[in-house]
């Protein structure tokens, strides 16, 4: 029981996160970030073009191991471990567009369409459905694609977390920095991006009746 309680406890511990965010974080930050950090936006921005490479990759990587594998190839350990993070961010970048129409969610500034935003209008709030890029803040997608390929090599790769957190982090940093995202959208955006990652590598990571070791 102990076991399967961890998991839930920690499926549970996003929404009062982000709700949290969305009460006391979420408006003060944008305002911090507009307001202080407007001199150095060039380089956050720059952070956030990290994640660029991600979905062509992702793409690429998976087109070549579904041609490989009609050629006879039959990926060891390493070969699966890259599977799973090209279906990781795969996965994440097809949820992350779902939700963002679900939730609705104004963005902290007016980036496209003269969508209406918070540092303008002082427009905060959810608006389920309502469709439209001025719409569409949560959870953050840059976020999600880069945790998902990261979440899905945290498990083989122990001693190299924190090579691959800094990616996640840096991304964070420039999202917040150039007042792109609220907090709680990259909140929500990091646990969809590892329940990927975590959920391809659980897919990928083992042989049939073979369990999963973690490389030394």
Same mark, same amino acid.
């Given at each position: ?15 009062? &996160? @982000?709700? #949290? ?6 408006? $003060? ?5 507009? !307001?202080?950090? =407007? +001199?150095?936006?060039?380089? &956050? @921005?720059? #952070? ?6 991600? $979905? ?5 990587? !998976?087109?070549? =191991? +579904?041609?490989?594998?009609? &050629? ?16 990781? !961010?795969?996965? =994440? ?124």
């Amino acid at each position: 029981m102990g076991g399967r309680l961890g998991p839930l406890l920690v499926v549970a511990s996003c929404p009062v &996160l @982000v709700t #949290l965010c969305v009460a006391f974080v979420d408006r $003060p930050a944008a305002f911090l970030s507009h !307001a202080d950090l =407007a +001199g150095q936006r060039w380089a &956050l @921005v720059a #952070l956030t073009h990290l994640v660029d490479p991600v $979905p062509p990759l992702a793409v690429a990587g !998976a087109a070549s =191991a +579904g041609l490989a594998a009609l &050629l006879g190839w039959r990926p060891g350990a390493v070969g699966r471990s890259l599977i799973a993070c090209c279906l990781a !961010a795969l996965v =994440a970048i097809a949820l992350k567009d779902q939700l963002k129409l679900a939730f609705g969610r104004l963005w902290p500034e007016t980036w496209v369409q003269n969508n209406p935003s918070l540092i303008r209008d002082d427009a905060y709030g959810f608006f389920p459905f309502h469709g439209g890029p001025g719409w569409s803040s949560f959870p953050s997608g840059h976020t999600a694609m880069m945790t998902a390929p990261m979440a899905a090599l945290w498990g083989r790769l122990p001693r190299w977390r924190p090579i691959l957190a800094l990616p996640v982090v840096l991304v964070m940093v420039g999202l917040f920095g150039a007042d792109y995202h609220f907090v709680g959208d990259m909140v929500a955006g990091l646990y969809l991006g590892a329940a990927c990652g975590v959920g391809a590598a659980a897919l990928l990571g083992r042989r049939p009746g073979t369990p999963f070791a973690p490389e030394p």
